[in-house]
């Protein structure tokens, strides 16, 4: 059951890492210019009101020290990079091995 969760996860992130990518894509062709958005500005064209929630809730109820070093850093990052490796991360942990039977 939790293989099966972990791959539609997998799907779903590796649905976004696309969207982000093309529109990437579409933008640079328009701008005649490389053009990578990072997750961060991503998250707050879409929705500001959650980004600025998400930083209070680990500042306070976490680590203060996670959010600066670390998020602010995941957040300076492609957004298609970041749903990608999720993709990959969430696809390895729902991996059904095969088995090999012994003659």
């Known amino acids: 059951m939790f293989r099966l969760i972990f791959r539609i996860l997998a799907l779903f992130a590796l649905a976004v890492a696309v ?43 976490t680590f203060p020290v996670i959010w600066d070093p670390a998020i602010i850093y995941i957040l300076t990052l492609p957004g298609w990079l970041v749903f990608a490796v999720l993709a990959l991360l969430f696809h390895a942990i729902g991996y059904r091995r095969k088995r090999h039977a012994f003659p």
């Open 19 to 61: 969207v982000m990518a093309v529109i990437d894509a579409t933008r640079s062709i328009a701008a005649s210019a490389l053009i990578i958005t990072p997750l961060g500005e991503s998250w707050y064209s879409v929705s500001p009101d959650t980004l600025n929630l998400s930083q209070a809730l680990i500042q306070r109820y």
